[in-house]
């Protein structure tokens, strides 16, 4: 499985509270991922499977959290993170 191939880095950090919005397109054979922080295309990657969806979301997501880019959509997902148990 390829890794996913960062189209555009985050462009704006440390705005506090802001609103995000994801969304996530077939195009040729793999799907863009995008983060819009305030309506404003924020992060972009590309990944090739499907099932690199989720991953490439909540990673992105908790950049956003961690740049000091607050939303509740944001946090969550860097919580649900922490939460989970470890796999042995």
Do not use: Y
């Amino acid at each position: 499985m390829k890794k996913p191939k960062r189209i555009l880095s985050i462009q704006q950090v440390c705005l506090g509270d802001c609103k995000h919005d994801v969304t996530v397109t077939n195009i040729s054979g793999g799907w863009n991922i995008r983060v819009f922080t305030n309506d404003i295309v924020n992060q972009e990657v590309r990944v090739t499977n499907k099932i690199q969806i989720h991953d490439a979301i909540a990673e992105m997501l908790r950049t956003e959290d961690k740049c000091g880019n607050c939303s509740d959509l944001a946090s969550a997902s860097r919580e649900r993170n922490f939460c989970q148990p470890k796999e042995s």
